[in-house]
């Protein structure tokens, strides 16, 4: 049994997956928050995420790979423009160091919903297969 | 590599040019009355400082580098002392053209910048314990 094939636990390692991939990039964005001309980036949205995992799965069935191999090529959080940028210094940038610590708090703490739900998954198959927890 | 991984590295270049940049603060704040000492001679001029992004051909990540340390070509402010050895003819000294408190200002928005990234290493931190975690 594999446990990332239950959709409970792919979805959830999925969704860790993506908010990692988003806090590199806010990383990248407090990185460079005063190098002149750098325009603040985000990520694709969860959703479209998810869209492009059931393509390339579909992609690789029809190709052949082995479905049980446990390494599956990783994919990559593909990076957009971002939203709505509070401001714009002279220099060109405008990344806002507030903004970018706000959206990467509120990815930390979706995370740990995340990996807390992971979890609770875990304990459910326990309760199940054993009867206490 | 692992976004998580990656977080460090980007956020420890972001540290060290903003840490560079501290370290140009604190010599022009030094030099601030460092002038010339033969008569009508160039005092110290203000470095300044600019970053880029530059792109890890490793990862991918875009991390931050200091691109160039530059002089500022201002003016020089004069004061009359005629007494000093870098006094020209008509008595003037050039004092360098470092303002207090714009240094100031700018040492404030460095160590700011530098915080952030500090808590971007710290939160990457927790969201790896938070994995290991799921082990215990």
Request: hydrophobic content about 35%; overall charge negative; proline content about 4%.
């Amino acid at each position: 049994m594999k446990l990332d094939e239950m959709s409970f636990f792919r979805l959830a390692s999925q969704r860790l997956d993506w908010l990692s991939g988003r806090q590199r990039v806010l990383a990248e964005n407090i990185a460079n928050a005063d190098t002149p001309d750098y325009r603040a980036k985000d990520v694709q949205s969860f959703e479209s995420f998810l869209e492009d995992g059931a393509a390339e799965s579909a992609r690789q069935a029809e190709a052949g790979a082995d479905p049980s191999s446990l390494l599956g090529p990783r994919r990559e959080v593909e990076d957009a423009e971002t939203e709505a940028a509070w401001g714009e210094s002279f220099d060109g940038n405008n990344v806002t160091l507030e903004q970018q610590t706000m959206l990467s708090s509120e990815t930390a703490g979706q995370y740990r919903l995340a990996a807390r739900l992971y979890r609770k998954g875990y304990e459910l198959l326990t309760v199940a297969a054993t009867g206490n927890r | 590599m692992d976004p998580l991984s990656s977080i460090g590295k980007i956020a420890s270049s972001g540290l060290r040019a903003q840490s560079e940049r501290l370290r140009v603060v604190a010599e022009n704040v030094a030099n601030a009355d460092s002038t010339g000492d033969a008569p009508g001679a160039d005092p110290y001029r203000r470095k300044t400082i600019s970053f880029e992004e530059m792109v890890n051909d490793a990862t991918g990540d875009s991390e931050v580098d200091v691109s160039e340390i530059g002089r500022d070509r201002t003016e020089f402010t004069l004061t009359y002392d005629p007494a000093h050895p870098a006094a020209n003819a008509e008595g003037y000294v050039k004092m360098p053209n470092v303002n207090p408190l714009m240094e100031m200002g700018d040492m404030r928005e460095a160590s700011r910048s530098y915080e952030a990234n500090l808590n971007m290493m710290e939160t990457a931190r927790q969201m790896r314990q938070q994995i290991i975690d799921l082990l215990g």
